[in-house]
């Protein structure tokens, strides 16, 4: 069965640092999203992504944070300058077509610990 | 704005007993969806079900089943015979339709289930 991947599944980073998280999503999706979950907290949206460009993003991802897919397979999540508070774990998910209905398949996640 | 309120933060049954998640949610569209998510200690979400809002009929999946009313904006979870392999984070999320075809996911903050054994 086709499934979302992430790389790292642990990524170790010192604040200030950019990272980039990757995401392979399933490939005949079109939707695209990051969500993250702080330790011990509930799962957050950040950004959706469809078209090549964001289609909406929450109050979370600010200028620190950016999202391409620079081929036709990856998705990536960048944070620019790493913060202690951007220890989270990140999922990202798709979705095959527009419309609610259709169901988020959810990566594994990648922890990202920012030290 | 949507919300999904999970009142129960932490709940531990002894195995094979039933167990009843809580989720209240909010929002002003009039369609919509709600999911269930299980989150084992290995962190992965995992997709339960998914109801929309036009759907009251319950639903049953093994030992799995869900009561979804919508005159009080409940999507109750309920495990019979609870197992320890049970054992997550369950959380609720719902998906409004409007705004476009972004229909992200807002979660609750999950119930914590422990069945021991």
């Known amino acids: 069965e086709p499934e979302v991947t992430q790389t790292p599944s642990h990524q170790v980073t010192q604040m200030g640092q950019e990272v980039i998280l990757r995401c392979v999503p399933i490939?005949?999706?079109?939707?695209f999203y990051w969500y993250r979950q702080i330790l011990g907290q509930k799962v957050e949206f950040l950004v959706s992504?469809?078209?090549?460009?964001?289609?909406?993003k929450s109050e979370i991802f600010d200028d620190q944070f950016s999202v391409e897919r620079p081929d036709g397979s990856n998705f990536t999540l960048k944070i620019r300058s790493t913060k202690l508070e951007d220890s989270a774990m990140y999922f990202c998910?798709?979705?095959?077509?527009?419309?609610?209905?259709?169901?988020?398949?959810f990566g594994p996640g990648t922890r990202l610990t920012v030290t | 704005a949507q919300k999904v309120t999970q009142a129960q933060t932490e709940i531990s049954v002894v195995e094979k007993e039933d167990v009843t998640l809580d989720c209240v949610y909010e929002?002003?569209?009039?369609?919509?969806?709600l999911f269930w998510y299980k989150q084992p200690p290995s962190g992965e979400l995992v997709f339960l079900i998914r109801?929309?809002?036009?759907?009251?009929q319950n639903e049953i999946s093994g030992r799995y089943s869900w009561n979804f009313q919508k005159s009080t904006s409940s999507f109750n979870f309920t495990i019979t015979a609870s197992q320890v392999v049970d054992s997550a984070v369950y959380f609720c999320?719902?998906?409004?339709?409007?705004?476009?075809?972004?229909?992200?996911?807002?979660f609750g903050k999950g119930t914590l289930l422990t069945v021991n054994p």
């Open positions: 998910a798709s979705r095959e077509r527009p419309g609610a209905r259709y169901e988020q398949y």
């Open positions: 490939s005949n999706h079109l939707y």
């Open positions: 992504f469809y078209n090549n460009e964001i289609s909406e």
């Open positions: 929002t002003r569209d009039t369609t919509y969806y």
């Open positions: 109801r929309n809002s036009f759907d009251e």
């Open positions: 999320a719902l998906s409004e339709v409007s705004g476009g075809s972004n229909y992200k996911l807002t």
